[in-house]
């Protein structure tokens, strides 16, 4: 099922652009990028500040080494870490390219190309940042309950 991000502000539409973007650039599907932003974040960028599992940003990405990596995302796209922690846009593009980088890693190691939704599910449940496989599990599973009950943003 498609889903709908419904957008009535300039805002959310801003968004909705930068997601479709973020897609078209890293071939990452559009509903694992908006549906895992909102899971994530309900798109909120917070200005910057970290959560308490030390997310930053609209896409959660982590100020430290722990995988999704503020840092290595904003290295894929040349931007700086500034640029992705004040920028919503700019936090999409480089959760999306670093999103397309470890679907690049999976495809190496099983030998096949990630083809449908559904072989997108251990990057989704990865992008939690749990090391427990329970909370990482539920986390993609909402994520694609987003994904296959839609969501509408007003």
């Excluded at 290295?75 to 999103?99: F, K, Q, R, T, W």
Aim: charged residues 20%.
């Amino acid at each position: 099922m498609l889903l709908l991000l419904a957008c009535q502000s300039s805002s959310l539409t801003d968004l909705q652009d930068a997601f479709h973007h973020a897609s078209e650039s890293t071939g990452v599907p559009y509903e694992i990028l908006v549906a895992t932003s909102y899971e994530i974040s309900r798109f909120n960028q917070r200005d910057g500040a970290e959560n308490r599992e030390k997310g930053i940003g609209i896409m959660n990405l982590r100020n430290d080494v722990a995988f999704p990596a503020l840092a290595d995302a904003a290295s894929l796209v040349d931007l700086s870490v500034e640029d992705v922690v004040d920028d919503p846009e700019n936090s999409i593009l480089a959760g999306a390219a670093l999103m397309a980088f470890a679907a690049d890693q999976q495809e190496d190691w099983i030998g096949e190309p990630i083809d449908t939704l559904q072989e997108w599910y251990p990057i989704v449940a990865a992008w939690s940042g749990s090391s427990d496989p329970l909370v990482a599990d539920g986390f993609a599973a909402d994520v694609f309950d987003w994904i296959q009950g839609g969501l509408n943003v007003v």
